[in-house]
């Protein structure tokens, strides 16, 4: 060093300068620089990495490891994230254990020439998956339609009832002559959080599974498959125009279309729960109540043959006679022309 004496005492060292003042500078692995007090500039710092996330972080053994992500930043050097290298991962998600991820950065040196660096160090701990496995099972599904003569022959059980099994039907039918079982009736079941398409609405709501119709004897059945999660289903049926609604505008003491599931036996809604905890292969009952709205002619009129074709229909001799056609209808009983 031109112009300059130095010497070293110890862990000290004696800088002289012609006709300047002495400076006495400790010597460190932190890049202390030997100068003039005047022209002494800052030491370098380290830089500092910044974990995100969680530290130690806990995965369930089998699940993918996300890296929560890191910054690394330095007083000379700004943003060193990108400089960020990961010199040791051991993780392994399939063994349970504890694992280290070691990160490192270095920085520029400046501006005592001297580099330093920074690690940081995430411990990942992968345990063992406690989670009790989701068991399905199937259960069984039976819903009944029953059609009364007049609302005075439903059973009103809105307010709280028995609860429906597979006696039900036939032990208000035993004592309900005007009210039988009816064919070709659909229901449908949906899961705990379906929305309700409303107690008015006529066919088949979306987002909700159809079974049925009902056979002969006014049942329809169908299989559903719940887990140990399952709380409990839905179930409605698909209701018909010229029927009752579940909100009929001339319901009279409390009488409605009424539908009962289970121990749902409450309101007057399309809207019943089949409540769980439910049981492998075990059959769960529904019971669908309603009123033809149709209005039955007071009289009864007779039937109507219309011919098909000219009439009087004429034909050249010796021509082959093709039958025009023709139809038959009858205010009651609707087409007859199969009858004719």
């Known amino acids: 060093m031109k112009g300059k004496n130095i010497f070293s005492i110890s862990n000290i060292v004696l800088l002289s300068l012609i006709g ?3 400076a006495f500078l ?3 692995s932190l890049g202390y620089v030997v100068c003039p007090p005047t022209e002494c500039v800052k030491e370098n ?9 969680d530290n130690p972080l806990e995965i ?11 910054t690394a930043t330095d007083a000379e050097d700004g943003d060193l994230t990108d400089q960020v290298v990961i010199v040791s991962n051991n993780v392994d998600t399939s ?4 694992y280290e991820i070691v990160y490192k950065v270095s920085d520029s040196g400046q501006p005592s020439d001297v580099v330093l660096s920074a690690s940081a160090i995430r411990q990942v701990i992968v345990l063992e998956d406690m989670t009790p496995p989701i068991i399905s099972k199937s259960i069984n599904l039976v819903a009944k339609k029953i059609v009364c003569d007049s609302e005075a022959d439903l059973p009103n059980w809105g307010a709280g009832g028995p609860d429906i099994t597979s006696s039900s039907a036939s032990e208000f039918l035993a004592t309900h002559p005007n009210c039988k079982l009816e064919s070709d009736w659909s229901f449908q079941w949906a899961n705990s959080d379906t929305a309700d398409p409303g107690s ?4 088949e709501a979306f987002g909700w599974n159809t079974f049925g119709p009902t056979n002969s004897n006014g049942v329809a059945e169908t299989t559903v498959t719940v887990t140990d999660n399952t709380s409990f289903i839905w179930v409605r049926e698909v209701l018909k125009e010229d029927y009752l609604t579940f909100s009929h505008p001339a319901i009279n003491d409390s009488y409605s279309a009424e539908m009962y599931c289970h121990t749902d036996v409450m309101n007057y809604d399309n809207y019943d729960k089949v409540e769980g905890p439910f049981s492998s292969n ?5 019971i669908a109540f309603n009123v033809s709205t149709a209005v039955t002619p007071s009289t009864n ?4 043959i219309t011919l098909s074709g000219a009439n009087p229909l004429n034909l050249t001799v010796g021509q082959t006679f093709v039958e025009p056609g023709y139809t038959a209808t009858d205010a009651e009983d609707g087409d007859l022309t199969a009858s004719t």
């Open 20 to 22: 300047a003042v002495f």
């Open 26 to 28: 400790p010597i460190t």
């Open 45 to 53: 710092t380290p830089p500092q990495i910044q974990l995100k996330g």
């Open 60 to 70: 369930t053994v089998g699940q993918t490891f996300v890296e929560p992500g890191y």
């Open 95 to 98: 063994v349970v254990g504890t």
């Open 200 to 203: 008015a609405f006529v066919g």
């Open 282 to 286: 075990y059959t769960y009952h529904c």
């Open 301 to 304: 009129t007779p039937p109507t």
